[in-house]
C-alpha cells in the first residue's frame, strides 16, 4: 500500500474506517464489526462499472474481444455473492471485533478468467491486451484462516458454478 500513490485516498480510508470503528468498540463499548470484503461478483452485478467480472461477461456476450490488461498474469479469486453473505451474517452473531477476512482464497489469473467465461458464455470473442493501469495489484487472496476457525465458514460456490449463474443472469437481463 503506497499511502501518496493514486490509489492512496481509497487505501487510507478503509484503513481509517476501521481504525475508527474498532476505536468505537474499545471506547463506547459498542458490539462493532469489521469485514474485510475482497473482490466479489454475481447477478445484478453493474455491467458497466469497469470490474473484471462484467467488463468480461458484457464483451463475451456481445463477441466483443476480451480486454485483459498487462500480461493477464496477475492474479484475483473471486467470491460468490451468496458465499459473502453467509460469511458476513455469521461474522455479525460471532464475539469478534477485529477484521475478518470474507473472500474467496480460490486465486487464478486474469487469463485463466477470460478463458472460462469465453467457455461458458460460448462466444466467438477473442482476447486483446491492454495496458495495465497505474498500482494495479499483481496478486489478491485472502487469508481466510480467522473465518474458518471462527466462524467455520468457507466459500462452497465453485467459479464455474457462480459464472454459469451470472452469465445466464446477465444474458436474461441486459442488452
Ligand atoms: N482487468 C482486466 N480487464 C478489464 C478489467 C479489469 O484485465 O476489462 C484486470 C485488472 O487490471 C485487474 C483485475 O482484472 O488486474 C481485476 O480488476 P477489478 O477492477 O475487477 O478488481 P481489483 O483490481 O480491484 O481487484
Redesign the pocket.
Known sequence: MNPIGPRGVYDEAKRFAEAITFAYHRYHKINTKIVRIF?TYGPRMRIND????P??IYQALHDQPL????N?Q?T?SFCFYSDLIEGVVRLLYAPIHGPVNVGNPYEFT?LEF?RLVIKLSRTKSKIVF?P??TD??KQ?QPDISLAKKYLKWEPKVKLEEGLQETIQWFSNNSN
Open positions: 473482490n469497469g470490474r473484471v467480472v467488463n468480461f480486454t485483459v490488461y498487462g493477464g496477475q484475483r486474469i477470460a491492454k495495465l493501469p494495479d495489484p489478491r
